[in-house]
């Protein structure tokens, strides 16, 4: 070869370079917030400030951190605009991930309970939580076809994070669960990758965490409202007697809300979505799941410090059926409503390192406080999701409005 055709080669090279990264870069989706406003711009408005008067005292952040330890972490995956071209976008998806104890305590796992209000969805390792009464990792919540993704992550996320067992053992059956954003999102494009897992992982952390278009919630639809993730939380006191001095305990509600028709809303009782009408999905749809029927889907995690066992815990898990309820929705065949419970008391009770452990836990008879709490703080944190949240414009340049403030306060005022 002489130089001039070597010339010639390296630029064809450099050029079919420069082409393949420019490819790559505008099909790799970017980690950021909703390009509606840039974040600083975009003032934290939740429920309670537009005058929606809930029941019930919550903790201090109003959050499912409010429990000491667990942390919260978001990968946020929003690119292209326009017509849908599968697997290049647009793209509207995410990953949340959940840790009960903090990245401190990877391998002290909790006591926990599942409960399935209707089982068209997916969380996967349920049965072991069933089976052992302990949830034994993270909780990760994306969208539907990125479950398999995710739950290999975790995986791998855990064995360079965590430990082995005292056997030396290495296995893991992890929990993950999803809701559907096909609408907004390319969800057959697969753009979640194990990297957008182990960011929300490794960036997990206590305090306040956002909500609404953020994480798995990202491309959800809650009562044709831009819906997503919402959370909340209520400070709750158990009394052994009338006389006795109370015990104070924090039960949280974190939910992925992608589900409701616009007319079923009830917010504080008041019928919201009579009162806005509107549409998202088309009765002429090409798709046959939204022929004007309830549809979607509701992730919802339930943590509290109170010492319970497995099956009060199972318990609790239910009581998210009846907050759900009271914001309208009927939880219909189309809806995987799916309920996890953990409890960050007694630590170290999974340890094998002696035969027997002392624990703590709290009689049936004392449980109905920690009942309220959760549906309480379910109905918060629904009411939250939507308000918390921006309008969204994604795949086929579907559009979901946000719920206007302005008319929620007028009707929250009307009301009194």
């Not at 509290?304 to 914001?327: E, I």
Request: with cysteine; glycine share 12%; charged share 20%.
């Amino acid at each position: 070869m002489n130089l001039r055709q070597m010339r010639i080669r390296t630029i064809a090279v450099l050029s079919l370079t420069v082409l393949f990264g420019l490819e790559l870069s505008a099909r790799e989706p970017i980690k950021s917030p909703p390009p509606v406003k840039q974040l600083a711009e975009v003032k934290v408005v939740r429920a309670r400030d537009l005058g929606v008067p809930f029941d019930g005292t919550p903790g201090k952040l109003n959050s499912i951190t409010d429990v000491p330890g667990v942390e919260v972490g978001y990968t946020t995956l929003i690119s292209g605009e326009g017509k849908l071209e599968v697997g290049k976008g647009p793209v509207r998806t995410g990953v949340t991930a959940i840790i009960p104890r903090g990245h401190d305590s990877l391998n002290d796992p909790v006591y926990a309970g599942y409960f399935s209000l209707n089982g068209n969805g997916e969380m996967t390792g349920t049965a072991w939580v069933d089976e052992s009464g302990f949830l034994e990792g993270p909780i990760v919540i994306t969208n539907t076809h990125s479950v398999g993704v995710a739950r290999d992550a975790v995986i791998a996320w855990r064995i360079k994070h965590g430990a082995s067992d005292t056997t030396g053992y290495w296995w893991s059956l992890p929990v993950v669960a999803e809701t559907w954003d096909g609408w907004l999102n390319d969800i057959n494009g697969f753009h979640v990758k194990p990297e957008d897992v182990f960011h929300a992982l490794d960036t997990a952390h206590g305090g306040v965490i956002e909500e609404g278009s953020v994480g798995g919630g990202t491309g959800m639809i809650c009562y044709e409202f831009k819906g997503g993730n919402g959370t909340a939380s209520r400070q709750v006191e158990i009394r052994s007697s009338k006389d006795a001095p109370p015990r104070t305990f924090v039960v949280g509600v974190f939910l992925q809300a992608n589900f409701g028709r616009r007319s079923q809303l009830v917010i504080a009782g008041v019928p919201v979505g009579k009162e806005i009408p509107g549409e998202v999905y088309k009765s002429t749809s090409a798709d046959p799941s939204f022929g004007g029927q309830e549809s979607g889907s509701c992730i919802a995690v339930v943590a509290t410090d109170a010492p319970l066992l497995p099956n009060q815990l199972k318990r609790l898990a239910r009581r998210v059926s009846l907050g759900l309820a009271r914001t309208g929705t009927v939880s219909g065949n189309g809806s995987g409503d799916l309920f996890i419970a953990f409890s960050t008391a007694n630590p170290n009770v999974a340890n094998p390192d002696q035969v027997t452990h002392t624990l703590q836990t709290i009689p049936n008879d004392l449980m109905d406080p920690l009942f309220t709490g959760v549906v309480e703080a379910t109905e918060e944190a629904v009411v939250n999701a939507l308000v918390d949240n921006q309008s969204m414009t994604g795949r086929d340049n579907h559009s979901v409005e946000t719920l206007p403030h302005d008319r929620l306060r007028e009707l929250m005022k009307r009301s009194r």
